[in-house]
């Protein structure tokens, strides 16, 4: 074999490895950036409509929380309740951008687990958590009921699966 042909060939050899990362990386950056993109359309969504759910108190109803009920049992007014759906909704699309769980999430960050340790938040969070799908809400509910079963026994589930 000559040495053009070595050439050549090392050429082709790293001309192929160096598509094959180009491709993997591509991938990786496009997979990313959709979560990003989620984040940012989720965030903004929610900004945009809940953000603005205390300004129309009866819309609680949608979700079936009565904030008549939920002031005079447990003192959280509309409010605490629109400020929790919002921080809520803030912390999801951080999980979505991270690819994380909110289980995950609330495990490992000490700003969640701070506001959480107040009884007034998990009195709110006992109203929000209906405006939420199940995967939101097991997350936190699973993180809950692990610091505080005896609050929270009556109201998750027995078995909870995040």
């Given at each position: 074999m000559e040495?053009?042909?070595?050439?050549?060939?090392?050429?082709?050899?790293?001309?192929?490895?160096?598509?094959?990362?180009?491709?993997?990386?591509n991938k990786r950056i496009t997979k990313r950036d959709l979560q990003y993109q989620k984040a940012i359309f989720y965030i903004q969504r929610n900004f945009d409509s809940e953000g603005k759910i205390s300004e129309y108190s009866d819309a609680f109803e949608f979700f079936g929380i009565d904030t008549e009920i939920a002031k005079a049992n447990d003192d959280v007014t509309k409010d605490q309740i629109?400020?929790?759906?919002?921080?809520?909704?803030?912390?999801?699309?951080?999980?979505?951008?991270?690819?994380?769980?909110?289980?995950?999430?609330?495990?490992?960050?000490?700003?969640r687990q701070n506001m959480f340790s107040h009884s007034k938040t998990r009195d709110t969070w006992k109203y929000v958590r209906k405006?939420?799908?199940?995967?939101?809400?097991?997350?936190?509910?699973k993180y809950l009921f692990e610091k505080y079963p005896d609050e929270f026994k009556e109201i998750i589930y027995k078995k909870i699966d995040a």
């Open positions: 040495s053009f042909d070595i050439i050549s060939l090392i050429a082709l050899v790293l001309s192929s490895v160096s598509f094959i990362v180009t491709f993997i990386w629109a400020y929790l759906i919002l921080s809520i909704s803030s912390m999801q699309s951080y999980c979505i951008a991270n690819n994380i769980s909110t289980y995950e999430h609330m495990t490992k960050n000490d700003y405006c939420f799908s199940k995967k939101v809400t097991r997350g936190i509910d």
